[in-house]
């Protein structure tokens, strides 16, 4: 093949890459993470959610020592 023809082909199969939108199967997706019967409207896993096991730390934002 020429360069011209080459070139082509190319931009060719680059279009179609580009422009290929193919239907997403969020079943076979969540199947394939190992996530539950649905990854979509249910509640966050356990891990998602934000526990607060520091018991012995103030809530609220670190503050600088006062100047002296």
């Known amino acids: 093949m020429g ?3 080459q070139k082509a082909k190319q931009t060719k199969v680059a279009r179609q890459l580009k422009y290929y939108s193919p239907d ?3 079943r076979a997706l ?3 993470l190992g996530h539950g ?5 249910s509640s966050p896993s356990p891990s998602a959610v934000d526990i607060d096991d520091d018991e012995d730390e103030p809530d609220d934002e670190w503050q600088p020592a006062p100047r002296s």
């Open 37 to 41: 019967p649905s990854l979509f409207g």
């Open 3 to 5: 360069r011209g023809r």
């Open 30 to 32: 969540e199947k394939e």
């Open 24 to 26: 997403t199967d969020y």
